[in-house]
């Protein structure tokens, strides 16, 4: 009979505790709409179902999420998700990026990130079908417009390139607000692969360190090792009248750094980003890397790393044929109108004469062009990436006035080509004329 009152005295002091918490919540606030996306009605209500109750100041909570202490964590879901995207404050996203966050959203949808399962756990209701997922893809495919020549962008990376000196000592550059510091031998790093954003109209190299580039020869890429660091190089595009493009306009370069400890807090990495070509760091304060975090999310079974090696790079190939592999640097890049995409590497001579805009190479300076099909990334709907290997063409200067020797090979097998003399100097000719990205 005590024992029996003990556990009635307890049972009332928990359900008074109960109650009492009841009083004691946080405030989820509703702040006006002040603008949403220019969607269509059927777009608009799969980002609703899926993405409104966190992502936007109309949230609709259910009977249960508002009683504590699960009001708590309901609540820290709201003001977290409105940091990171808004709905309800469209308009205050740059017009540029608007698109972009479109492209960010489908693809956490796809890869299963957002929502969070524990949230559609009790949430049923906003589970995406696979067509109401089509339905947002659909969309965004037509948001994909084909590039035109534009003289303004032609300007503007013309200036762009004939003030950009790399011969010169760089300037202080700042470290952006998490404290890492910039690192300018990323020009110099190995090519790890490619990428076409026709979502946003950029392209990019992605060059990796020692470290990386000995994990991709190991196969240990899943996790990385510590000191493994990646450098994103993007530009704006320029497109000529045949479709080919080329790079425009320095954009930016971003960073991410392995060290599993110092950065256990952004899941193992230290990110970093800087801007045009005066490098201004990226992010207000230090939670920056909460945004490059969240963007990342989809490949948190891939160690956060959304770049596959591309297959023959410098970074990824044993130099069976001689070719000079461990030497190339990257000069330059391109997408050509056959859907194919290519990067142009140089050794130590040919880089310092193409960085400098030199009219000519001299003696034992070596280009290699190599040419990829494109394929669509799968980790990003609206990328391309460089699929299986087209060609790969080797220029070698000779000393004085003889002519540079020319070699091609094809197909993945990189089987020898015979050109024909014309065609050798037609090569030749394009290769040479190849203006080098800017890269400060």
Same mark, same amino acid.
């Given at each position: 009979?005590?024992?029996?009152?003990?556990?009635?005295?307890?049972?009332?002091?928990?359900?008074?505790?109960?109650?009492?918490?009841?009083?004691?919540?946080?405030?989820?606030?509703?702040?006006?709409?002040?603008?949403?996306?220019?969607?269509?009605?059927?777009?608009?209500?799969?980002?609703?179902?899926?993405?409104?109750?966190?992502?936007?100041?109309?949230?609709?909570?259910?009977?249960?999420?508002?009683?504590?202490?699960?009001?708590?964590?309901?609540?820290?879901?709201?003001?977290?998700?409105?940091?990171?995207?808004?709905?309800?404050?469209?308009?205050?996203?740059?017009?540029?990026?608007?698109?972009?966050?479109?492209?960010?959203?489908?693809?956490?949808?796809?890869?299963?990130?957002?929502?969070?399962?524990?949230?559609?756990?009790?949430?049923?209701?906003?589970?995406?079908?696979?067509?109401?997922?089509?339905?947002?893809?659909?969309?965004?495919?037509?948001?994909?417009?084909?590039?035109?020549?534009?003289?303004?962008?032609?300007?503007?990376?013309?200036?762009?390139?004939?003030?950009?000196?790399?011969?010169?000592?760089?300037?202080?550059?700042?470290?952006?607000?998490?404290?890492?510091?910039?690192?300018?031998?990323?020009?110099?790093?190995?090519?790890?692969?490619?990428?076409?954003?026709?979502?946003?109209? &950029? !392209?990019?190299?992605?060059? *990796? #360190? $020692?470290? +990386?580039?000995?994990?991709? /020869?190991?196969?240990?890429?899943?996790?990385?090792?510590?000191?493994?660091?990646?450098?994103?190089?993007?530009?704006?595009?320029?497109?000529?009248?045949?479709?080919?493009?080329?790079?425009?306009?320095?954009?930016?370069?971003?960073?991410?750094?392995?060290?599993?400890?110092?950065?256990?807090?952004?899941?193992?990495?230290?990110?970093?980003?800087?801007?045009?070509?005066?490098?201004?760091?990226?992010?207000?304060?230090?939670?920056?890397?909460?945004?490059?975090?969240?963007?990342?999310?989809?490949?948190?079974?891939?160690?956060?790393?959304?770049?596959?090696?591309?297959?023959?790079?410098?970074?990824?190939?044993?130099?069976?044929?001689?070719?000079?592999?461990?030497?190339?640097?990257?000069?330059?890049?391109?997408?050509?109108?056959?859907? &194919? !995409?290519?990067?142009?590497? *140089? #050794? $130590?001579? +040919?880089?310092?004469?193409? /960085?400098?805009?030199?009219?000519?190479?001299?003696?034992?300076?070596?280009?290699?062009?190599?040419?990829?099909?494109?394929?669509?990334?799968?980790?990003?709907?609206?990328?391309?990436?460089?699929?299986?290997?087209?060609?790969?063409?080797?220029?070698?200067?000779?000393?004085?006035?003889?002519?540079?020797?020319?070699?091609?090979?094809?197909?993945?097998?990189?089987?020898?080509?015979?050109?024909?003399?014309?065609?050798?100097?037609?090569?030749?000719?394009?290769?040479?004329?190849?203006?080098?990205?800017?890269?400060?």
């Amino acid at each position: 009979m005590k024992r029996y009152k003990k556990w009635k005295v307890v049972l009332l002091i928990l359900m008074g505790c109960f109650i009492a918490l009841q009083f004691i919540r946080p405030r989820i606030t509703h702040p006006p709409v002040t603008g949403e996306p220019d969607v269509p009605p059927e777009v608009s209500a799969v980002l609703r179902k899926a993405c409104y109750d966190c992502h936007s100041n109309e949230t609709h909570l259910a009977w249960f999420d508002q009683i504590s202490p699960a009001i708590w964590l309901v609540a820290g879901h709201i003001t977290e998700g409105r940091k990171v995207l808004n709905f309800s404050n469209w308009d205050s996203i740059p017009k540029d990026q608007q698109k972009g966050k479109l492209f960010e959203s489908l693809n956490q949808m796809q890869f299963n990130v957002m929502p969070l399962s524990q949230y559609t756990a009790l949430h049923p209701a906003a589970r995406l079908t696979n067509d109401e997922i089509s339905i947002l893809k659909n969309y965004l495919a037509t948001q994909i417009t084909p590039l035109k020549p534009d003289s303004n962008k032609i300007a503007a990376a013309d200036r762009q390139y004939a003030a950009w000196q790399p011969d010169s000592p760089i300037a202080k550059v700042l470290p952006v607000p998490n404290g890492i510091a910039y690192m300018p031998d990323y020009k110099n790093w190995k090519a790890i692969s490619s990428t076409q954003r026709l979502d946003n109209g &950029t !392209m990019r190299v992605i060059t *990796g #360190n $020692d470290i +990386a580039v000995k994990a991709i /020869r190991e196969h240990q890429t899943n996790p990385w090792p510590d000191g493994t660091a990646f450098a994103k190089i993007a530009w704006d595009e320029l497109t000529d009248a045949a479709g080919n493009v080329t790079p425009g306009e320095f954009k930016q370069v971003e960073f991410m750094i392995k060290d599993s400890h110092q950065y256990a807090a952004t899941k193992g990495w230290g990110w970093a980003r800087w801007k045009g070509t005066d490098l201004k760091p990226y992010g207000k304060n230090a939670m920056f890397t909460m945004e490059c975090v969240n963007c990342h999310q989809p490949m948190r079974n891939n160690d956060f790393v959304f770049t596959t090696p591309t297959q023959h790079t410098a970074a990824s190939l044993p130099d069976t044929l001689g070719l000079k592999m461990n030497e190339w640097k990257v000069i330059t890049s391109g997408i050509q109108q056959d859907q &194919t !995409m290519s990067t142009l590497y *140089g #050794n $130590d001579r +040919a880089i310092a004469s193409a /960085r400098r805009g030199a009219a000519t190479y001299p003696a034992d300076a070596l280009l290699t062009l190599v040419t990829w099909k494109q394929q669509p990334d799968d980790h990003w709907f609206g990328a391309v990436i460089p699929g299986i290997v087209a060609s790969v063409e080797q220029v070698q200067f000779q000393p004085g006035n003889i002519s540079p020797l020319y070699k091609k090979y094809n197909g993945k097998n990189l089987v020898a080509d015979k050109t024909s003399e014309e065609e050798i100097k037609s090569r030749i000719a394009y290769i040479i004329r190849q203006r080098a990205s800017v890269m400060p």
